[in-house]
Nanobody, 130 residues
Framework: QVQLVESGGGLVQAGGSLRLSCAAS????????MAWFRQVPGKEREFVAA????????YYTDSVKGRFTISRDNAKNTVYLQMNSLKPEDTAVYYC???????????????????????WGQGTQVTVSS
């Protein structure tokens, strides 16, 4: 089993920044890809960014490219999401996810699919005021 705990959410004005963290515990040796998703009430969970185990590969949804940066520290079993130039439409609950299947990476459609991740955190609220 893998446990994921997100932190760093909060209320920020438009144009501001936040840094989300996701700490993994348990069978961390089985963790390969890690990703961030977000969800607003009444909508499907949306892919935000993903990173490979060694950090060499990253992928972002178009709406956050150039503003968000995903990174990881494997020594700390932690993945980060640095969010800059935040917009009101970034308001959502942000979830960390990982996959223990051993598949290191794949196509953009593959790494962005929620169904390809089997462990999820509890989520952290990000609210951006206009």
């Amino acid at each position: 089993q893998v446990q994921l705990v997100e932190s760093g959410g909060g209320l920020v004005q438009a144009g501001g920044s936040l840094r989300l963290s996701c700490a993994a515990s348990g069978r961390t040796f089985s963790i390969y890809r890690m990703a961030w998703f977000r969800q607003v009430p009444g909508k499907e969970r949306e892919f935000v960014a993903a990173i490979s185990r060694n950090g060499y590969y990253t992928y972002y949804t178009d709406s956050v490219k150039g503003r968000f940066t995903i990174s990881r520290d494997n020594a700390k079993n932690t993945v980060y999401l640095q969010m800059n130039s935040l917009k009101p439409e970034d308001t959502a609950v942000y979830y960390c996810a990982t996959d223990s299947s051993g598949i290191a990476w794949g196509t953009s459609a593959f790494v962005a699919a929620p169904g390809k991740y089997d462990y999820w955190g509890q989520g952290t609220q990000v609210t951006v005021s206009s």
